[in-house]
T-cell receptor
Framework: TQLLEQSPQFLSIQEGENLTVYCNSS?????LQWYRQEPGEGPVLLVT?????EVKKLKRLTFQFGDARKDSSLHITAAQPGDTGLYLC??????????FGGGTRLMVKP | GAGVSQTPSNKVTEKGKYVELRCDPI?????LYWYRQSLGQGPEFLIY????????DSGLPNDRFFAVRPEGSVSTLKIQRTERGDSAVYLC???????????????FGEGSRLTVL
């Protein structure tokens, strides 16, 4: 059982559609990060959220941290083929250990 | 180099052999992490170093796995008596922060793909 559950695991959509990816846990995190990973490469940080209820926007991506700091969501507006990749949420707790979710594999078709 | 460097990029070995995977972090980064990623899954935490010491090794699956960072820079992940189930991509990451406060950005290498036949 993963500490962080991501849903959906797979998502295939057409260019221009909107989507939301969810990251849920029963544990409280001091901060939560979202990474994006492409084949053959390591994950790359997109954002860090720290405060419960925090919302951060990065161009067409909107990240939200739950009020209780147990869950998070990533919303992409008007998805583009360049958004294709594996999206990973990762929660940080005491001791600076970062725990990753299972990932959401997104494919955006032109 | 500017980023985290991992060698070898690919390693094929036979069951029962010994393997070493090397990670060269970004200069000045005190924190270093090892993760293991199986196909289609998220990275699984193995061990975290703060400087030369292993601050958390709770993710190492058993005593066949061991990691060192003797001078607080380069780290080596060592796997003894490899098994087919050890096949995965081993990712190394480094970061500036590592003590208290909020975790900083982890910079990942491209990984070492280990295949145990």
């Amino acid at each position: 059982t993963q500490l962080l559950e991501q849903s959906p695991q797979f998502l295939s959509i057409q260019e221009g559609e909107n989507l939301t990816v969810y990251c849920n846990s029963s544990s409280v995190f001091s901060s939560l990060q979202w990474y994006r990973q492409e084949p053959g490469e390591g994950p790359v940080l997109l954002v860090t959220v720290v405060t419960g209820g925090e919302v951060k926007k990065l161009k067409r991506l909107t990240f939200q941290f739950g009020d209780a700091r147990k869950d998070s969501s990533l919303h992409i507006t008007a998805a583009q083929p360049g958004d294709t990749g594996l999206y990973l949420c990762a929660g940080a707790r005491a001791g600076n250990m970062l725990t990753f979710g299972g990932g959401t594999r997104l494919m955006v078709k032109p | 180099g500017a980023g985290v460097s991992q060698t070898p990029s690919n390693k094929v070995t036979e069951k029962g052999k010994y393997v070493e995977l090397r990670c060269d972090p970004i200069s000045g980064h005190t924190a270093l992490y090892w993760y293991r990623q199986s196909l289609g899954q998220g990275p699984e935490f193995l061990i975290y170093f703060q400087g030369t010491g292993a601050a958390d090794d709770s993710g190492l699956p058993n005593d066949r796995f061991f990691a060192v960072r003797p001078e607080g820079s380069v780290s080596t992940l060592k796997i003894q008596r490899t098994e087919r189930g050890d096949s995965a991509v081993y990712l190394c990451a480094s970061s500036r922060t590592g003590t208290g406060g909020n975790i900083g950005e982890l910079f990942f290498g491209e990984g070492s793909r280990l295949t145990v036949l």
